[in-house]
C-alpha cells in the first residue's frame, strides 16, 4: 500500500514494513482540527481516514483543505465510538491508532503506540494511570474500569481502558474481535482480553483533564458517565456469557455439588 507522503519531520518508518491507519472521529472542532491533522501528517501513514458527523461548523471544510484523508460525512450524531467503528471497516491498514479530533496529540507521543503492535501486542491502550489520584477521588467511570480489569484478572491494566484514546489496534485482533465491537469499547477490551490478545499499557497521554472540561462531563452524575459505566456493564455480561458467572476465577473451597437435590 502506497505511503500518503506526508513530511513527517524525520521521524522515520514507525512500523517495519507494516501499514499503519490513523482514525479520526470529529464534530464541531473546527478550533481543534487542523492543529490535530498537522501532527498526524508528521506521520508516514498509509491511510488517514476522518469521520466527521453532525458537525454545524467548518470542520468538514478545514479537513478537506489540511489533508489528503478519505473523509466520510454524515449530517446525524454518530457518537466517537460508532465513528471509529466505521473508519476500522474502511481502514485496510495492519495497525490502526485511533484520536480525537477534539485535543491535539504531539506525533512523538503517536508512535508508541504504533511501535507497540509493530512489536506484537494486539491492543497497545493509553496508560492514564500516572494522572490518577489516590483511590478514594476516584469517580465512578474510573473505579468501572478497574473493576472490569480485575474481573477479567488483568489487573496489571489498572483503569487502562479502549474508551480512553489515543489507541491502537492490530488488524489480528479486529478480524478476531470484529470492528462492530468497538462500538462498546470496554466490551471490545473484554473480548480482546477473553480472546487471549495481547493488551498492552503503552505511553501516557493526559486526557483527563481535557475530558472533565467537556459540558457534559463535568457533574458527578452526567451523561458521559452513565454512558461509560452502561458500556461497563455490557463489557460485564459478556464476559459472564462467555465464561460463566464467576468469569475466570475459580470456586476452590465451595464444593456445591453437595447441595444438589438437597
Request: charged fraction near 20%; hydrophobic fraction near 40%.
Amino acid at each position: 500500500m502506497p505511503s500518503l507522503g506526508y513530511a513527517y519531520d524525520g521521524l522515520g518508518s514507525v512500523a517495519n514494513g507494516r501499514s499503519v491507519a490513523a482514525i479520526v472521529s470529529v464534530m464541531n472542532e473546527e478550533t481543534n482540527i487542523v492543529n490535530v491533522l498537522e501532527q498526524l501528517n508528521r506521520l508516514p501513514l498509509d491511510e488517514l481516514i476522518v469521520i466527521v458527523n453532525n458537525s454545524q461548523d467548518g470542520t468538514f471544510e478545514k479537513v478537506k483543505m489540511h489533508s489528503d484523508a478519505l473523509i466520510v460525512h454524515y449530517t446525524d450524531p454518530l457518537g466517537h465510538d460508532v465513528g471509529r467503528v466505521v473508519g476500522a471497516e474502511l481502514s485496510n491498514s495492519d495497525i490502526l491508532l485511533f484520536v480525537d479530533g477534539d485535543f491535539v496529540v504531539q506525533a512523538e507521543d503517536l508512535i508508541p503506540f504504533i511501535h507497540d503492535i509493530d512489536r506484537g501486542a494486539d491492543v497497545a491502550l493509553n496508560n492514564i494511570t500516572p494522572f490518577l489520584p489516590r483511590f478514594s477521588l476516584w469517580d465512578s467511570d474510573t473505579v468501572m474500569k478497574k473493576f472490569l480489569n480485575t474481573s477479567l484478572k488483568r489487573s496489571d491494566l489498572n483503569a487502562n481502558s479502549l474508551t480512553a484514546v489515543p489507541h491502537a489496534i492490530s488488524r489480528k485482533a479486529l478480524q478476531q474481535i470484529s470492528c462492530s465491537m468497538l462500538q462498546i469499547p470496554p466490551k471490545a477490551q473484554a473480548a480482546a482480553i477473553l480472546s487471549g490478545l495481547r493488551i498492552k499499557s503503552s505511553a501516557s497521554i493526559n486526557v483527563i483533564s481535557g475530558n472533565k472540561n467537556r459540558k457534559q462531563n463535568q457533574r458527578v452524575d452526567n451523561p458521559i458517565s452513565r454512558l461509560i459505566i452502561g458500556d461497563h456493564i455490557e463489557a460485564l455480561q459478556h464476559a459472564l456469557q462467555a465464561k460463566g458467572k464467576r468469569i475466570l476465577f475459580p470456586d476452590i473451597i465451595r464444593k456445591r455439588e453437595f447441595l444438589k437435590g438437597g
